[in-house]
C-alpha cells in the first residue's frame, strides 16, 4: 500500500516561511504529478499546487507567488516552499497524487500562521 509521510509543518507568524516535505513510497514516483493539499478547519480539503513528471507546475490562485512546489525523484520526495505566509493559510498539509484517483492519505503536517 503506498504510503505519504508528511512533515515540515509548524507555527509561524505572518509573512514568514516555512518548507513542506513529503515522502512516498510503495510508488513509482517519478512517473506521477503529485500535490499539495490542504484542509482549514470546517473547510474542504483543496489542491494548492502540483508538479507534473515533467516538472510543469500549477498552482491555486490563492497561494500564487508565494508558494513554489518542487520534487526529488531520487528520493521520493516532494516538497513545498512556503513563503509570505497568511493567517489564512492555516490548515493541515497533504500530498498526494496531483489528480485523479487519489490514492490514501498520510497523517498530514499542521501549519498555523498567527501571531
Known amino acids: 500500500q503506498v504510503q505519504f509521510v508528511e512533515s515540515g509543518g509548524g507555527l509561524v507568524q505572518p509573512g514568514g516561511s516555512l518548507r513542506l516535505s513529503c515522502t512516498a513510497s510503495r510508488i513509482m514516483f517519478r512517473i506521477y504529478t503529485m500535490g499539495w493539499y490542504r484542509q482549514a478547519p470546517g473547510k474542504q480539503r483543496e489542491l494548492v499546487a502540483r508538479?507534473?513528471?515533467?516538472?510543469?507546475?500549477d498552482y491555486a490562485d490563492s497561494v500564487k507567488g508565494r508558494f513554489t512546489i518542487s520534487r526529488d525523484n531520487a528520493k521520493n520526495t516532494v516538497y513545498l516552499q512556503m513563503n509570505g505566509l497568511k493567517p489564512e493559510d492555516t490548515a493541515v498539509y497533504y500530498c498526494?497524487?496531483?489528480?485523479?484517483?487519489?490514492?490514501?492519505w498520510g497523517q498530514g503536517t499542521q501549519v498555523t500562521v498567527s501571531s
Open positions: 498526494n497524487l496531483g489528480g485523479g484517483n487519489l490514492l490514501s
Open positions: 508538479i507534473t513528471s515533467g516538472l510543469s507546475t
